[in-house]
């Protein structure tokens, strides 16, 4: 069983920049693809960037490209998600979650998730 906490949330002005964190335990995180999630009020929790469990590989959603960078350090077993020029319509509730085998872009593809944590941008 794997737990994933996230931190790093918070409020910042458009254009700003933050940087989650999700550290996991209780399990071999060297084994995981991590993806990392958001939702919106009244709107579907939707894939943001993904991560293979070697670092090799990553993937981001249209709307992220070029903005925001996911990595992770596999012997602190915590996967990053480093946000620039944050703009209004990327606050949410972000989420990082854990499956085996390769990345997916579907929510329902992964095992284990974190609680969440917020992130709102001010105009």
């Known amino acids: 069983q794997v737990q994933l906490v996230e931190s790093g949330g918070g409020l910042v002005q458009a254009g700003g920049s933050l940087r989650l964190s999700c550290a996991a335990s209780g399990g071999t995180f060297s084994w995981y693809a991590m993806g990392w999630f958001r939702q919106a009020p009244g709107k579907e929790r939707e894939f943001v960037a993904g991560?293979?469990?070697?670092?090799?590989?990553?993937y981001y959603a249209d709307s992220v490209q070029g903005r925001f960078t996911v990595s992770r350090d596999n012997a602190k077993n915590t996967v990053y998600l480093q946000m620039n020029s944050l703009k209004p319509e990327d606050t949410a509730v972000y989420y990082c979650?854990?499956?085996?085998?390769?990345?997916?872009?579907?929510?329902?593809?992964?095992?284990?998730w974190g609680q969440g944590t917020q992130v709102t941008v001010s105009s």
């Open positions: 979650a854990a499956r085996n085998f390769a990345v997916s872009t579907l929510k329902g593809k992964y095992d284990y």
């Open positions: 991560i293979s469990w070697t670092g090799g590989s990553t």
